[in-house]
Structure formats: structure tokens, C-alpha cells
């Protein structure tokens, strides 16, 4: 391809030259000796080559986050929110770079990262400017009759977070802008799959007035620098964003120095459809549903349960729609459906498939990817798998209770509502689910007893600033995004003052002496 007339840093974005890391409000070199190619899986094009962080670069983020840190957290919750709004009017001068380089190094289309990622990426920074303003507690009181009590609700201090590759950008948002409206510094490692537009989000929060230090980010590997930053004795709480194994291992380390943890873990969200559903939106729904970001979404509808008057015409109905997705280069306006992340992940995905197929399945849409895309590109050079529907499985099957994380949606008939409800709560996840039906009953009882951090009705997906996202079971625990994710960023410290100037205390008898 040619890369002169395609380069997604050519029109402004920022090339990262100068090195990966983003320390105390500049780009930095690192000092390790290690290298990691940030590669384009559209057809697999080296777009920036990274020295990674070393432990000692760890170190010197750590320190610039600490020393950043009383001058952030002492400063006015107004000047931490105009400092957030003028962020959020900087990436909105700068969406369209952000959206051609979060397109590049994930594949992802660029319809979405224009029209999804980036200004949902502007909406939260200009929510967090405005919730920093509101931190809420109890009312102040005398609820001893000798004393006055109050809260206060602080920032921790050094927050160490790390982020996945699905949604880069999104991600680095959904951990810094929490933390530092709250008054805590970060350091940030994003994946080392897709490090750049969070890099190109601490240079906006440099440009945008946040002083040096408050948001650092460190390009590294998980296993170790990952490793080094979760451990490290002066980051006081981790947010970790990714798969539930790492997550558990990232807890272990945290816990090693009590510090406060965050985990936002694996999906596997059900997606149930009543009888009394309106067919055509459960079958639209399903597919954008199941398709958004490649499938490489934790929210993503990965298991259908369809009862079963209605299950044929789903099965079909999906399939049909299925086959009209364009699959094509993500930065052609009409794809649908990009590549996925990398080539090792396309066969994890695909390996899912075959071993369904080899165990019985009806795969009744996709599993074989097709050569031309819809723009004429070679889909046999980049990283694509089509959209896949797998049927007649059963509910142990892996497919059902495995995290894919691709374009693949398993679908299972069930009979009544309890068994719906069962099938739905029966996996070790409990990040999201869906429930279609036009009864209010239903959907009441849907919600209720669906364990997920989050349940839609009627629809699947839509996220917004104001209301939290974060799971249940192994999904985690901790809420990302609305007032609940910037409480958790604070730790409450009750304050009681004496009010009486008594200085024998009538209580002090129950220690010592008499009335
Ligand atoms: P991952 O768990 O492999 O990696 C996530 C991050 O952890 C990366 O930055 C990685 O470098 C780092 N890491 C890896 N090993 C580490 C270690 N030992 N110590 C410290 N850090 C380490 O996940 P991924 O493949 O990047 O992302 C996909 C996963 O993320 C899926 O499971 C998906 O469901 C999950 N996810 C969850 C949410 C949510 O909100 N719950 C959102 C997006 C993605």
C-alpha cells in the first residue's frame, strides 16, 4: 500500500519520533532495549516502531506522577474542570486526526472511530469537567450531641492504570479523566498493540493546560513494565481494563501492597429474544450488536437465545443481514466490518470456529473468509474474518461460554422465560445482556434477575457519559464513566470535631476512672 498518500499521521496527527512514552507533559525515549511494531491489520504495514518501557521508566512516570500530585489534588475543583473543558474543545479540534489513527493501528472503520470513539471520547472529557465540580457526601453533623462530623472526600495519589486494544483512545479516556477530575495523577499503559492515540491524548492534556505530570503514559509489555507499574509502592490504586486472567494476576500484584483495585474484565454478554419481540429490531439489533468493533467489544451480544417460535426466522433474518455487511478497508467510508486486531487474534477467532464445526455446529452464515472486500481490497492480506453465525450447539459448548472477542455470534432456541433467563446467567461473566420482548413484565423480571452490570431493553450496545459501566462476576468489579466511576477515584475521610471544650469526657470513665 502506499503510504505516501495514506499515512494517518500526515494531516496533523502526531509521529511519535521522538519515542513512546509520554512523561512528566512531554514525549520521551525510553531506555529499555526492547521494540514493539505498532502494525496496521489492513495489511499488515509497520505504522511506528516502539522502544518500550523499561522498569526504570516505570520509575521515572511513578515519580513524575507523584510530585504532580499535590499540586493537583489541592487545586479548585473549578480549575481542574476548566482545565477538562478546555481538553474537550482540543480533541474536538483534533477528531479527525485521532479518528485516522485510532482507524490505522486498530483496524477498526473509520465510521465508527468518527462517528463512536472520538466523540464519545469528547463527551466524556466535557462530563468529567463538569463532575469534577460535584463530588457529592452526607451532610455535615452533630450526630454524637458532643461533636461535629464531615467528610471529605480525597483524591488516593498515584493511579497506575492499564488499558486494552479494543477501543485505545476510549480506554485511556474512560481511566484518566476519573482520576485526575478527582485530583489523583496517572500513569497509563495502554496496550502495546495500540499505544498512540493515548499518547496523543496526554500531548492534548499537556496542550491543554494540565500541568506536567498528571497524565503520564508508558508504551510497555504487560509482563513486565505491566507488571512493575501494578506493583509499584507509590501508585496507590490500579485500574486495569482487559481479560479476566490478567486481571486476576494484576489483582494478586495489587493486593501485595493493599492498594486499592479496579477491574473491568471480560464479556460474554446473552442477548435474549422473547416470543412477543419485534422480530426485525431483535434481528437488526443482533447484528450491529454483534458486529460493532469487529466483536472485539466486552459488551458486544455474543450468545442469541431465541425462544423458540421465533428462532428460524431469527437464524435467517441474521444470516441474511450478515451477508450484506462489507467487509473492506477500514478507512473506506462505506466498510462495515475492518480487520480485526492483529493476525494471531483473526486465528484465535477463526480456531473457535473450526473447533465447532469439527464438533457438530451448523455454521449458517460466514466462517470463511472471502478474497475481495467490497472497495476491491485483498482481504487475503489483512487480518479479516467475516461475520459468523454458529447454530445448533449446545449451551456448554465453547463458543457459548468462551470469550471470542470476534465478529461471532452463537444462537441457541430455549422455552419459557425461566429457562431464557437460566441460559443467560449461565456463564462465569456478567458484564452486559439484552432482553427483547413488548411486555412489561418480562422485561421487568429481565432486568431484575439477569446478572450484569448493565441490562438493555429493545436495544444492545448504547453507552453514555452519565450512567457507569462495569460488571458483575468475573467481569469485575468497578464502575467506569458517570458520578460512580469519579467516587471511586476518592477515598472518604471522616473529620469529627469536639464541640464541647469538656476536657474531662464523660466517655473517658469507660477507659479509666470514675464519673
Ligand atoms: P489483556 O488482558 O491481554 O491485556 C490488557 C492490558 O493488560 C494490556 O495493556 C496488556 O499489555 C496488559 N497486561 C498483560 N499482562 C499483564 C500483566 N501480567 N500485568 C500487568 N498488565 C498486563 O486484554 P486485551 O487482549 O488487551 O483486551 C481484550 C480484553 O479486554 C477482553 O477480555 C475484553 O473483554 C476486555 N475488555 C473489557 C472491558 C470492560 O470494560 N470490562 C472493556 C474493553 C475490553
Given at each position: ?17 521522538d ?41 521515572r ?50 465510521k465508527?472511530?468518527?462517528?463512536f ?65 478527582a ?68 489483582a ?12 473491568e ?21 443482533a ?62 477467532v477463526?480456531?473457535?470456529v ?27 492480506l ?11 450447539v ?6 457459548v ?26 456463564t462465569?461473566?456478567g458484564?452486559?445482556?439484552s432482553a ?20 438493555w ?44 471544650a ?14
Amino acid at each position: 500500500m502506499d503510504r505516501t498518500t495514506d499515512d494517518p499521521f500526515a494531516e496533523g496527527g502526531i509521529r511519535f519520533a521522538d519515542g513512546a512514552q509520554f512523561i512528566a507533559g512531554r514525549v520521551a525515549e525510553s531506555t529499555g532495549d526492547q521494540h514493539a511494531d505498532v502494525i496496521d491489520p489492513s495489511d499488515g504495514s509497520v505504522l511506528q516502531r516502539v522502544r518500550l518501557a523499561s522498569a526504570a521508566d516505570v520509575d521515572r512516570a511513578v515519580a513524575a506522577a507523584r510530585a504532580a500530585f499535590p499540586g493537583w489534588s489541592s487545586a479548585t475543583p473549578g480549575a481542574r474542570s476548566e482545565a477538562l473543558n478546555r481538553l474537550a474543545t482540543l480533541l474536538a479540534e483534533r477528531a479527525a486526526d485521532f479518528a485516522r489513527v485510532e482507524t490505522a493501528q486498530t483496524g477498526k472503520p473509520l465510521k465508527l472511530s468518527s462517528e463512536f470513539d472520538v466523540p464519545g471520547t469528547v463527551d466524556n472529557t466535557a462530563f468529567f469537567a463538569g463532575a469534577a465540580r460535584n463530588l457529592e457526601g452526607r451532610a455535615a453533623g452533630e450526630y454524637s450531641g458532643d461533636h461535629t462530623s464531615y467528610i471529605r472526600r480525597e483524591a488516593l495519589g498515584v493511579v497506575g492504570s492499564v488499558a486494552p486494544w479494543n477501543y485505545p483512545l476510549q480506554m485511556a479516556a474512560w481511566k484518566i479523566l476519573p482520576a485526575v477530575a478527582a485530583g489523583n495523577t496517572v500513569v497509563l499503559k495502554p496496550s502495546e498493540l495500540t499505544p498512540l492515540t493515548a499518547l496523543m491524548f496526554a500531548q492534548a492534556c499537556t496542550d491543554a493546560g494540565l500541568p506536567d505530570g498528571v497524565v503520564n503514559v508508558v508504551t510497555a509489555d504487560g509482563r513486565t513494565a505491566g507488571e512493575h507499574l501494578v506493583s509499584h509502592p507509590d501508585v496507590a490504586m490500579v485500574s486495569f481494563t482487559g481479560s479476566t486472567p490478567v486481571g486476576r494476576r494484576v489483582a494478586e500484584l495489587a493486593t501485595r501492597t493493599v492498594k486499592r483495585t479496579h477491574l473491568e474484565l471480560g464479556g460474554k454478554a446473552p442477548f435474549v429474544v422473547f416470543d412477543d419481540a419485534d422480530l426485525e429490531a431483535a434481528v437488526h439489533g443482533a447484528v450491529a450488536a454483534s458486529l460493532i468493533n469487529g466483536g472485539q467489544d466486552c459488551t458486544a451480544a455474543t450468545r442469541a437465545y431465541v425462544q423458540r417460535p421465533l428462532y428460524e426466522a431469527f437464524v435467517e433474518g441474521v444470516a441474511e443481514l450478515y451477508g450484506t455487511v462489507r467487509l473492506g478497508d477500514p478507512r473506506h467510508p462505506q466498510t462495515d466490518l475492518g480487520p480485526l486486531i492483529s493476525f494471531a487474534h483473526r486465528d484465535r477467532v477463526a480456531g473457535f470456529v473450526e473447533r465447532a464445526r469439527a464438533a457438530g455446529a451448523v455454521i449458517a452464515a460466514g466462517g470463511r473468509t472471502p478474497e475481495k472486500g467490497h472497495d476491491g481490497t485483498d482481504l487475503t492480506l489483512g487480518a479479516y474474518y467475516p461475520p459468523t453465525l454458529v447454530a445448533g450447539v449446545p449451551q456448554t459448548a465453547e463458543v457459548v461460554q468462551s470469550e471470542i472477542f470476534g465478529p461471532v455470534l452463537a444462537v441457541l432456541p430455549f422455552d419459557g422465560d425461566d429457562e431464557g433467563i437460566r441460559l443467560a446467567n449461565d456463564t462465569p461473566y456478567g458484564l452486559a445482556a439484552s432482553a427483547w420482548t413488548r411486555d412489561v413484565h418480562r422485561s421487568l423480571r429481565a432486568t431484575r434477575e439477569i446478572a450484569a452490570g448493565c441490562v438493555w431493553v429493545n436495544d444492545h450496545i448504547p453507552i453514555i457519559s452519565e450512567m457507569p459501566h462495569g460488571g458483575y462476576k468475573a467481569s469485575g468489579y468497578g464502575k467506569d464513566m458517570s458520578q460512580y466511576s469519579l467516587d471511586e477515584y476518592t477515598q472518604v475521610k471522616h473529620v469529627m470535631y469536639d464541640t464541647t471544650a469538656v476536657a474531662r469526657k464523660d466517655w473517658h470513665r469507660t477507659v479509666f476512672g470514675d464519673r
